[in-house]
Every structure is written in C-alpha cells, then in structure tokens.
C-alpha cells in the first residue's frame, strides 16, 4: 500500500494511470461497438475516455521543463550514438509538449483563433520523431548487447568446435535465423529495462504513425498498444531501476 501511495503521488505515476484508463476505454470501446445492445456502455466509454484524455493535459503541463532537463543530461552521454539518439528525441519532445500545451490553451478557451488540426499535425509529428530516434537508440543498444552474447558464446564453444557436417544452403539459413533470435531473446532476458524501452517505443509509435497516415490503424490495435505501453511506463515509474541508463 505504502508503494502505490508513492506511485500515485508522483505525477508521472498518476499520468500513467489515467493513460492506461484512456487506452482501455478505447480498446473495449473498439470490441464492444460491432454488439448489439452496447451502446449505452459503448457511449460511457466514450465520455470516460475523453475525460480521462482532458485530465491527462494537466499533469503534461510541466512535461516541456522535464524534456529539457531530459535534453541537458542527453547531452553528456559518453557514446556518440546514445548522445545524438536521446538529444535530439529530447529536442523533439519539447516541441511536441509545447504544441500540446498550445492545443490544451486552444480546448479550455483561452485562444479560440488557434489552428486546431495544424497544431495537432505538428505534435504528431514531433512525436513520431522522438519516439523513431528512440527506437533507433534502442535497436542500437540491442546490437551492443547481441555482440557481446555473441562474443561470450564463441568463447564457450572455442574449445568445443567441430568440422561442419555440410549443410545445405536451407539450412544454414534456417540455423542463421534460429541463432539470431536465440542472441536477441537472450540478450534482451538479461536486459529488461531494454527489453520494457524497446516494447514501450515501439507500441507508443503505433499512434503517431496513424495521424499521420503513415500506417493507418484501427482503434483497438492504437488502444491495444496504448495499453501496453502506459503498463510498462507504470513499471519503470513504480521500479526505477527498471528504467533504461543512459551511458
């Protein structure tokens, strides 16, 4: 009990909360909509999503001081590819928090002439570019780790080689492929924090990619991925040292 209090008294932590409530909304809105007789518990949804999404503004109001806090620590990462990744993701997010704060002005009425869709269309986009540098930060922190397996395993089996008993091209390409993903499932087993990074990214860019019509998806793959996302964001905040080091 005393760990929950803590999580929800972080406003990262309530954030994360109120994300996966919206995200959940929106997936069984997706599977109850095609049923016959749902549409009273379809439209409460609805409501709960949207003001669950409108609460949400609020905790995200500081997040453009956070971001730049974010990209002043970027800046000193000892590996150039980390630095670059994470610095300008950092300088990406804070143009995505300032477009969303000038949307949230634009909803609560305080600047009625503002463009809604153009301000939303840069905030998406801003958002796709941080989320893909991420990616690309993490795939790059995968190939470090696949290495080193690599390196550790022939190593162990130095000693042990053997003349190959002559494969046909099928195989070895079968066995490429099986050895790959052996590298990758245990490099990522023994990394979770990658492994929680990575699967956070990759199901966060599912909503981006849609606005922007990059690839377009339906609402229960966004809210599916939506949800994903906000619990592994939940485990990082709720476990810090869950959370990816920058190196």
């Not at 909360?17 to 009273?40: D, H, I, N, S, V």
């Not at 690599?150 to 050895?179: C, F, I, M, N």
């Not at 939940?234 to 959370?243: E, L, N, S, T, W």
Request: hydrophobic share 40%; glycine share 6%.
């Amino acid at each position: 009990m005393d760990g929950f209090i803590r999580f929800t008294n972080q406003t990262q932590g309530r954030d994360r909360l109120f994300r996966a409530t919206q995200y959940t909304c929106m997936l069984l809105r997706y599977l109850l909509e095609p049923k016959a007789g749902k549409e009273k518990v379809v439209m409460k949804l609805k409501k709960l999503e949207s003001s669950v999404s409108t609460g949400r503004k609020w905790f995200r109001l500081g997040n453009v001081l956070h971001a730049v806090q974010a990209t002043q620590q970027s800046v000193h990462a000892a590996d150039l590819v980390p630095r670059l990744c994470l610095t300008l993701a950092n300088v990406n997010r804070v143009i995505y928090f300032i477009c969303d704060t000038i949307l949230w002005v634009r909803s609560v009425g305080l600047a009625s002439g503002i463009n809604k869709e153009k301000w939303r269309m840069w905030a998406a986009r801003h958002y796709y570019y941080s989320l893909l540098l991420s990616l690309a930060r993490d795939l790059y922190e995968i190939s470090l780790q696949m290495e080193q397996a690599a390196h550790d395993r022939a190593k162990r089996e130095k000693s042990l080689s053997q003349e190959p008993l002559g494969y046909s091209v099928a195989d070895e390409e079968t066995e490429w492929l099986q050895s790959f993903l052996l590298l990758l499932f245990r490099s990522l087993k023994k990394h979770p924090p990658l492994l929680l990074d990575t699967v956070k990214n990759f199901c966060d860019i599912l909503n981006p990619l849609d606005q922007l019509g990059i690839y377009k998806s339906n609402p229960g793959i966004i809210g599916l991925g939506g949800l994903v996302s906000s619990i592994a964001g939940i485990i990082i905040v709720a476990c810090p040292q869950m959370k990816l080091k920058m190196h």
